[in-house]
């Protein structure tokens, strides 16, 4: 079956610094999101994405993050100035069309910021 | 934001006994969506709900939604170890955003 993939599966940062997390949606999806998850917490929406441009965003996803599908296969999430409170699991997922359509969610990216 | 209620926050359950789970809401829902999350992992759609009393199973799992479209409810029969995880209740806003509940820790004892 077809899986949402995401590089990489652990990432250490400092304070400050730039990162970009990487997703593989599934081929033929269409939608794209972000959620991410503060340890020991529930599963909380970033941003969707859809026809090369932001659909909805939270209030989470502020000026520090963006989000680009730079080429056909990838969805990036940048953070620009990281801080400890980013800390986090970040979860890419994808859907294939419409909007009663299930998730598919990717294994995340556990971001670390020291 | 939306707010969801979820509880129980964790349970421990010999294996073999029947396990339910809860959500409620202050307001009213189109969809309901049960999801559950194995450490280390994303989280996987279990069951999604969509008419005001319905229910619905998936093998040893039935949910329902509840008539006032404010509540729904997970149950799990016969536990298993393998059932082991966190279970996460989610309503579906526009752009198919979903807001999740706290989750339900669910420990099953051999």
């Known amino acids: 079956e077809p899986e949402v993939t995401q590089t990489p599966s652990h990432q250490v940062t400092q304070m400050g610094q730039e990162v970009i997390l990487r997703c593989v949606p599934i081929?033929?999806?269409?939608?794209f999101y972000w959620y991410r998850q503060i340890l020991g917490q529930k599963v909380e929406f970033l941003v969707s994405?859809?026809?090369?441009?932001?659909?909805?965003k939270s209030e989470i996803f502020d000026d520090q993050f963006s989000v680009e599908r730079p080429d056909g296969s990838n969805f990036t999430l940048k953070i620009r100035s990281t801080k400890l409170e980013d800390s986090a699991m970040y979860f890419c997922?994808?859907?294939?069309?419409?909007?009663?359509?299930?998730?598919?969610f990717g294994n995340g990216t556990r971001l670390t910021v020291t | 934001g939306q707010q969801l209620n979820q509880s129980p926050q964790s349970m421990f359950i010999q294996e073999g006994e029947d396990v339910s789970m809860n959500c409620t809401s202050s307001?009213?829902?189109?969809?309901w969506l049960w999801y559950k999350q194995d450490p280390g992992e994303g989280p996987v759609l279990l069951i999604a709900?969509?008419?005001?009393?319905e229910l619905t199973s998936n093998g040893r799992l039935t949910a329902q939604f509840g008539i006032t479209r404010k509540d729904s409810f997970l149950n799990i029969s016969a536990s298993i170890p393998s059932d082991v995880g966190i279970y996460f209740c989610?309503?579906?806003?526009?752009?198919?955003?979903?807001?999740f509940g706290g989750g339900t820790r669910l420990m099953v004892k051999p």
């Open positions: 989610a309503i579906r806003g526009a752009g198919n955003m979903l807001t």
């Open positions: 081929s033929n999806h269409l939608y």
């Open positions: 994405f859809y026809n090369n441009e932001i659909s909805e």
């Open positions: 997922a994808s859907v294939e069309t419409g909007h009663n359509s299930p998730l598919h």
């Open positions: 307001s009213i829902f189109n969809t």
């Open positions: 709900l969509y008419k005001a009393g």
